[in-house]
């Protein structure tokens, strides 16, 4: 299983950038779906998260909230984050997480993408 990001890249203060992460290899199903971020010294931090249910049942970090979307397209394996009105402490860089069922009945297991950056200048 691989988790692919794109999107990410160099913006002003107030603008927006959409991230997309999309998982292939032998998948059954994925249950939650979630971004992450880690700026230069700090910790990874969760910035929102998506469950399997459907695009009722999903939670921010209040540092996003209102300004970050998250969505997912299950037909494609795949989760978007929208993110507008972007600040400078929003620059780090962004992880998409996916828990997912592969064929063969293994326990469902932690993915993670490459990271994409996300500069935000002021």
């Known amino acids: 299983v691989q988790l692919v990001e794109s999107g990410g890249g160099l913006v002003q203060a107030g603008g927006s950038l959409r991230l997309s992460c999309v998982a292939s290899?032998?998948?059954?199903?994925?249950?939650?779906m979630g971004w992450f971020r880690q700026a230069p010294g700090k910790q990874r931090e969760l910035v929102a998260i998506?469950?399997?249910?459907?695009?009722?049942?999903?939670a921010y970090s209040d540092s996003v909230k209102g300004r970050f979307a998250i969505y997912r397209d299950n037909a494609k394996n795949t989760v978007h984050l929208q993110m507008n009105r972007l600040k400078p402490e929003d620059t780090a860089v962004y992880y998409c997480?996916?828990?997912?069922?592969?064929?063969?009945?293994?326990?469902?297991?932690?993915?993670w993408g490459q990271g994409t950056q996300v500069t935000v200048s002021s």
């Open positions: 290899g032998s998948i059954f199903s994925i249950n939650a």
């Open positions: 998506i469950a399997s249910s459907g695009t009722t049942n999903y």
């Open positions: 997480k996916m828990v997912i069922r592969r064929y063969g009945g293994f326990p469902p297991g932690d993915y």
